[in-house]
């Protein structure tokens, strides 16, 4: 079984940076052919896709967030994480990771595993 889980501050004050990690266990970020991705829900909102890096290393960034963002991972733990350089009270939602298996709707990727998410709040 796949499990992801996410981590990080729950709160975050305006303007500061935002870096949130994923720890993933039952498969190897490595593996062929997945991609690991970020996507978040604004309270009252739709989800939102953010980024995903590939089990190769490459990523990809929702052009809204790619001036501000960078995905990572550190293989030797099994995480990938994201980076953003700074927030906003708009940034308050539940983060989530999740694994992107190939399934499709459309262009819309459906995951197969998700972790629960985490909420983070920005405010002062």
């Known amino acids: 079984q796949v499990q992801l889980q996410e981590s990080g501050p729950g709160l975050v004050k305006p303007s500061q940076p935002l870096s949130l990690t994923c720890t993933v266990s039952?498969?190897?970020?490595?593996?062929?052919?997945?991609?690991w991705s970020w996507i978040r829900q604004p309270p009252g909102r739709a989800l939102e896709w953010m980024g995903s890096?590939?089990?190769?290393?490459?990523?990809y960034y929702s052009p809204s967030l790619e001036s501000r963002t960078s995905i990572s991972r550190d293989t030797s733990k099994n995480q990938f994480s994201i980076h953003l350089r700074s927030v906003a009270p708009e940034d308050t939602a539940v983060y989530y990771c999740?694994?992107?298996?190939?399934?499709?709707?459309?262009?819309?990727?459906?995951?197969?595993?998700w972790g629960q998410g985490t909420q983070v709040t920005v405010s002062s």
């Open positions: 890096i590939d089990y190769d290393g490459t990523i």
């Open positions: 999740a694994r992107d298996g190939g399934k499709r709707s459309g262009w819309n990727p459906l995951y197969d595993y």
């Open positions: 039952g498969d190897s970020i490595t593996a062929r052919l997945y991609a």
